[in-house]
């Protein structure tokens, strides 16, 4: 059987819980989206949480919430999920990619500092595949250059810089519970928020424009970026066992890197040392990540590619975005970068088939490289390369 990158766990507590919502006949946002809401406030140690759609409609709105739009420019690191960047098309200002550190894949503050220009009005910290950005650094960069600060924390559940959770430190914090990440609502998104004015406002965005549904009078602008109980329902079930999800995931990385090391050719990336690291996935840097990836899918494991740099997307184009300095390290990462399968449902036998077939791959890799038998590598990035 095919061994997938990531399964969710859903089991017997989330359907009690849809069906608990089934049987109160009160399927669209209500007492289960209140009842979330105030588990991630308390869980992340934030005044207010605000549910949204999903991560991506997240990072719009509280951009938009912000002011930001037409004119403005907002700081993204390349190495990140093209959201982070639509997010900011969406609004009508333009994402400025900067690089990332060449170790964490996080946004480099030297590289963003850089990137500044007049129009900059906002910075968008990314916490990738699980590890905190330099945060102290960032927020004093904010603080220097007057600019509002919209964590991108779609992968930072659980993750904290310090003692303190991500997404608590800028304006704005920003979640996603897509199927993949530590806890799902299978589409799904939240605003961090802090100040109580501030939350107002996301609120009035979310919910056309009042604080509560029933009038028909709309103080302000605002959308349907609501969800449903339905969703909210599964993440209360979910939130609930979060520790023993985080338990769960650090001993699959751990077993991995156990197992893995000292295998040629690989590399397997360290903790920045900031705080808390709820992995991702489990991820390795290779010489070939794409042939090695092709290997491993004839014998029936999935795998997936480091994030694309976001510089190069096809559709992010001089008109809609601004490139300052080359992302070199985003380039590297994602020459190198694989993820592995880490559904927490992994088994032992499943683990060790997986890294059997890497080492065999990375040994064979090895003796040609010995033999002279090896190409010379071609990097990904030339005129006429394929996309990924």
């Known amino acids: 059987m095919r061994i997938h990158e990531f399964n969710p766990r859903l ?34 140690g ?14 719009f709105a509280a951009l938009k919430v912000l002011g930001i739009g037409p004119g403005d420019e907002v700081i993204v690191p390349d190495f990140t999920f093209f959201g982070s960047a639509s997010a900011v098309v969406l609004t009508g200002a333009r994402p400025v990619f900067a690089d990332v550190d060449e170790y964490d894949g996080n946004l480099a503050v030297d590289a963003a500092e850089a990137s500044l220009s007049e129009h900059t009005r906002a910075i968008m910290p990314v916490h990738i595949y699980g590890q905190s950005c330099d945060m102290q650094s960032i927020m004093a960069l904010a603080e220097k250059y007057k600019l509002y600060v919209v964590e991108d924390a779609a992968q930072g559940l659980g993750v904290t810089f310090g003692d ?25 998104g939240a605003l961090l928020v802090n100040d109580d004015e501030l939350a ?3 609120v009035y965005f979310k919910n056309q424009g009042r604080l509560k549904r029933g009038s028909f009078v709309h103080p302000h602008m605002g959308y349907n970026f609501r969800i449903t109980d339905l969703q909210a329902a599964i993440g209360v079930a979910q939130l609930a066992r979060i520790d023993d999800i985080i338990r769960r995931k650090r001993l699959l990385r751990d077993a991995y890197y ?17 705080g808390e690291v709820v992995p991702f996935r489990v991820n390795i840097l290779v010489d070939d990540p794409q042939g ?17 740099p976001l510089h190069l997307q096809p559709s992010l184009t001089p008109e809609n975005s601004v490139v300052r300095q080359k992302p070199i390290n985003s380039i590297r990462l994602f020459e190198s970068g694989l993820m592995l399968p880490s559904g927490l449902d992994l088994t032992e036998t499943q683990l060790n088939k997986v890294c059997t077939c890497i080492e065999e791959y990375q040994y064979a890799r090895e003796a040609s490289a010995s033999a002279g038998l090896l190409p010379q590598q071609k990097s990904t990035f030339t005129a006429d390369a394929s996309l990924p």
């Open 200 to 202: 107002d406002r996301c």
């Open 11 to 44: 089991g017997k507590t989330e359907m009690i819980k849809v069906l608990e919502t089934l049987q109160d006949n009160w399927i669209t946002e209500g007492e289960k989206t209140r009842q979330l809401e105030t588990m991630l406030a308390e869980y992340v």
């Open 292 to 308: 090695l990836s092709e290997f491993l899918d004839r014998h029936a494991i999935a795998t997936r590619r480091y994030f694309y």
């Open 164 to 188: 303190k959770h991500v997404g608590t430190f800028g304006h704005i914090g920003c979640m996603s519970f897509f199927a993949d990440k530590a806890i799902t609502t299978g589409e799904g």
């Open 258 to 274: 156990q197992r893995l090391d000292g295998c040629p050719g690989l590399r397997l990336p360290d903790d920045n040392g900031f």
């Open 46 to 59: 934030c005044a207010r949480v605000v549910m949204v759609p999903n991560g991506t409609l997240a990072l």
